[in-house]
C-alpha cells in the first residue's frame, strides 16, 4: 500500500482496494495512463524494492503493461464530475 501511495499518490483506501484485489486475484490495475508513462510507472513498480511492512517479502513487486479497455465506443474514460 506503502508503494501505491507513493508512486502513484493514491489516497490510503484506494491503495487498499488495489492491495486487496492483488491479494485475491493475483493482479489489480494499479493506474490507466498514455503508454510512455505506464511504462515509467513499470519500471518504478520493479525499482520499489521489497515491501518493508512484510518481513518474508523478498523483491519487487512483478508489473506489467496491458492496453486499457474501455466502456466507451470512443476509446475515453468517463471523467464527469459525479
Known sequence: MD???RLFAHPL???YQIAQRIDEDGR???FTT???HAELKVEQIIGY???CLIASCAGSMSAVLE???FDDD???D???DD
Open 49 to 51: 524494492g521489497p515491501d
Open 28 to 30: 489489480g490495475v494499479c
Open 3 to 5: 508503494m501505491l501511495q
Open 67 to 69: 492496453p486499457a479497455e
Open 74 to 76: 470512443d476509446g475515453e
Open 13 to 15: 483506501e484506494k491503495a
Open 34 to 36: 498514455h503508454r510512455e
Open 78 to 80: 468517463d471523467l464527469g
